[in-house]
């Protein structure tokens, strides 16, 4: 019998090398006579490997045991990716070394398990070495970008190093599509709508693509132009684009997903909610291989629950949310205080103001701490110009973050975001002293933080510079300091700094002045003279603003004279004599015919000089027609014997 290494090379050459069928069949038939051939098991899983069949493929790898898959780990993590496991094949790859194929496989495994940061490390490390194969540093590019817009939409745009698209980002249409979504990720959406149209524009040049290759990579840029048109506001622009979007077309089950979700936002306006409703929930669920990433499955999720309150569905709203806010914490996580403020929409049955405050305020009592609610509750009472009560119910939040003694809370104390709605808050109601307190505060606790915010530290500064208290213009001082030397470039860093340093000790910061812009070129465009001339509009005094009464008017206004309704009839005829009895009530007037034969009787006897009952009867009596007597009542008081009461 032959070696199973003869076998193998016999094998080989009866086959040609793009034949991965023949070989599969060679291979099950010389397995029967061999099973625990490893060579042979090895051809059979990259067989199948080449042929697509990647769950068939780690079968045999476990069929074949340790030894097999020691033989194989690139491969083996590499399956593993096409099935959907992208932990198990980030970590198998982590682990082979020196092998440039195990670092694409742990790159593209950790994009797709949503460690970015590591997969964007990994494809700087890769571009920064000598390519291995045609076109691969077209694709690190690709994928680089790719990896960066990621890190912008979750919120780690501090990696990012390229802001700006560079000249080789708009000679291909997927890194000029990838480009305009990191654009957008920023908020930068006319920039991302430019990139756009440049990547439609590249994608339909290209020679070496088919009509049909075409519109499936059209498709996709098309369904993100529909997000950043409607969100410009381009309503006419995102109904043309709509209509040219055919979602059977699409072959990614996910970007078909992301599509009709477009769609449905645009015209959830127009549209009837019970139908948009049914046709959001009709999509199948996605593939293990094209789930959604969390941030948009979170989306996804969202809308769903919002288009459930648009079809009166609010205890289902209420049952979904609940079972997320049981148990959660403080925090600053979107997706928690988005979920919070669908749960109060539902409780107040999408009422706002004060009928809204009724339903929503019981809950306050159950989740104190509960930001997506209090939030809500202070939206509300703005809306109903009630600072006050939204000023009391931010305080108390506070009051609970700060006697907490969890790191964490601390951290949502002085978050930016709540930081500036207080500031807001309290400038609407003219709390200077509380703004100042509050952001000297904040500084204090985030300047010794590793990444502290530094438009909240710059908003500070500022802030602070313009106090009397000595302790805040050192805090002040110490903050742009601090700015000054994590960034010598920026202009306003530099400006506090020197401003702060001004009168305390000029000659330290006498460098940094000489950097900034003079005054006289940053006033040469400004004619003085014409300024005075126009006028200088002087701002209102103490005594003026102390009182909020209207003042009294110079001159008296004339009174408005009182015009009268017309009460006449609406069948008044000049032409006719009004009834005189008119003011009478109606069973006064002469004209007035009582019903029934009682009520005429009764109108004889009030008639005034008519003949009275009892004349009558006297008449009678008189007259011989007979004489009425009384009856006569017997002693006793009782009934006549034999008559009793019967029943009726």
Known sequence: MATPAKTLSALLQRTSIDDHEEILKACNASLKHSKGDLELQQVKFVALLKLDRYDDALRVLEEGGDRLKQRVPTERAYALYKVGDFEEAKNIAKHISGERGARHVEAQASYRSEDFANAAALYKTLAGSQAAIE????DLRINCGATDAQLEWTRRGDLVQKKK??????????TAYNAACGSIARGELAQGEVLLKRARDLCNALDDLTDQEKISELLPISAQQLYVVGKLGKIEEAEKLASGIALEEILDPSTRRIAQNNMLALSSSTSNPYLSHRLFHSTKKLP?????????AERMEQNGLALDLLALKSNGVMKATGNILSNSTPTLSPHINNMSVLNAAAHAQSQLAKLGLKKILPLLEKRPKDIGLIMTIIQLYVLTNNHGSAITVLDSLLKHLSESQTPSDQDILYAPGLVALQVSLYTSQGRKSQIKTTLAKAASYWR?????????LQAAGLSLLDSSDPEHQSIARDIFSTLHTQDPSSKSATAGYVASHALTSPETVSPEADTLTPV????????????????VPSLPSTSATATRKRALDDKPKPAKKRVRKSRLPKDYDSSKTPDPERWLPLKDRSTYRPKGRKGRQKAAEKTQGGVSGEKVAEAKAGGGEGVIKAAEKKPGGGQAKGKRKGKR
Do not use: C, M, W, Y
């Not at 076109?135 to 077209?138: I, L, P, Q, V």
């Not at 010794?448 to 909240?456: C, D, E, F, I």
């Open 165 to 174: 698209p560079a000249r080789e980002d708009l000679e291909a249409f997927e």
């Open 288 to 296: 293990k291989t094209d789930n959604l990433f969390r941030l948009q």
């Open 520 to 535: 006289a070129r940053l006033i040469a465009g400004i004619d003085v003279a014409a300024l005075e001339e126009a006028g």
């Open 135 to 138: 076109n691969e540093e077209n």
């Open 448 to 456: 010794h933080k590793s990444k502290p915010p530094t438009a909240l």
